[in-house]
């Protein structure tokens, strides 16, 4: 059931379901099945299954069902399918959907494994996919014709925090008939607007900001009642990509603190990106939530925010930013995002390493790129960690 709640109230309520104990905190439903009263309901249910009636967990789980009511409610959208990781979500959307012969058009700059799923699965079973410049609305244009089924963007991209104009490319894309389907992850469910501004489809990682505490990998997609239903769940039913009841707790719990995390993390990454602009040691700074950056105002416009990671090339290449994330004492080295432990990333040299040079320089991913997922630390201490390790190059 859908409410009128504000997020935060959503965040903590939205989906909730007792048991006749009436259990305070979520309660994980651990079990794969569910025990039918007599046969003729067991064959009921395989017939259709009402609100609050499952019989698998591969189909679904109370616990489950209150993650992905919660998220849907917050995100404001009809349903929620949710996934045992965000790329389980993405394959589900684009997958469930697409059939040999259809088009599809998508962002160049994608996670490697979204990439992945573009390029070499869709297109083995026949689908055409065309890339292009998602910044550019003149190429998504081109691109889009009455025969693309979907679309397909990061509407902010990693590593580089380059941002997809939603409305803009929803437009075109809803002209021609076509779903879009937007990963939502660096925008975070707290910043989106993106069904507001005419995605059809939301998919995230909730391994990122929704559990926020780097312990589960999930992922939801999000979409209408008809596309939820008949398209996702038949095939994420049939292939095994359903969300453990263990882990929906972990991401109902992520969820109370979502909205709370989100902002804190933003106010700091705003901070942080511009001590870094006026640092002489850093060569540029790739913030949205910084004035001079050329996609300042669609940010605000989209998100309200910069977000919550700071992306920054620093002086001296590979080399310069080496020391610098070995420098600093606070954030880890690591690869994930949204934690509420600071995380330095290099990806030239880990998440995108197995990127040519040509295609590392296409997609700005420079040797002194840095990203910079920023944590729950204070801000003045994470500055104070950036200004010796900056002191040290
Ligand atoms: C991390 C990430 C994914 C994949 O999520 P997993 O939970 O790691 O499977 C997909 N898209 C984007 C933009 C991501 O950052």
Not at 77 to 82: I, M
Not at 114 to 139: H, M, N, P, S, W
Not at 219 to 226: F, Q
Request: one cysteine or more.
């Amino acid at each position: 059931m859908m409410t009128n709640w504000k997020t935060r109230t959503k965040l903590v309520h939205e989906g909730s379901r007792r048991s006749q104990y009436g259990e305070m905190a979520e309660a994980i439903f651990l079990t794969q099945g569910f025990a039918y009263p007599d046969a003729e309901t067991a064959e009921q249910r395989f017939i259709r299954s009402g609100e609050d009636e499952f019989i698998y967990a591969r189909y679904g789980n109370p616990t489950t069902r209150m993650f992905e009511e919660r998220i849907a409610g917050l995100e404001g959208t009809e349903d929620a399918f949710a996934t045992a990781s965000g790329m389980a979500a993405v394959n589900g959307a684009l997958t469930s959907l697409l059939k040999a012969g259809d088009h599809v058009v998508s962002a160049s700059a994608l996670f490697g494994s979204c990439l992945y799923i573009l390029e070499d699965v869709l297109t083995r079973y026949g689908v055409k996919v065309t890339f292009v410049d998602g910044g550019d609305l003149q190429a998504w244009e081109a691109a889009i014709t009455p025969e693309t089924k979907a679309v397909f963007f990061e509407s902010m991209a990693n590593p580089t925090l380059d941002i997809v104009d939603i409305k803009g490319v929803a437009e075109i894309a809803h002209r021609n008939g076509a779903l879009v389907i937007c990963d939502n992850v660096f925008a975070t469910p707290i910043f989106s607007r993106a069904v507001e501004l005419g995605a059809d489809v939301v998919v995230y990682s909730a391994t990122k900001h929704i559990d926020g505490q780097g312990r589960a990998l999930g992922g939801v997609i999000c979409g209408t009642a008809d596309y939820i239903q008949k398209i996702v769940q038949p095939y994420m039913k049939h292939t095994g990509g359903a969300m453990s009841p263990f882990t929906s707790w972990i991401m109902l719990n992520g969820m109370a603190t979502l909205d709370l995390r989100c902002r804190a993390m933003a106010d700091s990454a705003q901070k942080i990106a511009e001590y870094l602009e006026a640092h002489e040691k850093i060569e540029k700074v790739l913030y949205p939530g910084l004035k001079a950056h050329p996609q300042h105002d669609l940010a605000m416009a989209q998100m309200g925010t910069g977000g919550t990671i700071v992306s920054f090339v620093v002086r001296g290449g590979k080399e310069g930013a080496f020391r610098l994330q070995n420098a600093m004492e606070i954030p880890k080295i690591s690869n994930n995002l949204g934690d509420a432990k600071s995380i330095s990333t290099h990806p030239a040299t880990t998440t995108h390493q197995r990127l040519t040079d040509a295609q590392k320089a296409a997609a700005g991913i420079e040797p002194g790129l840095i990203r910079f997922s920023v944590g729950l630390e204070d801000a003045g201490d994470l500055i104070a960690d950036l200004e010796q390790a900056l002191a040290q190059l």
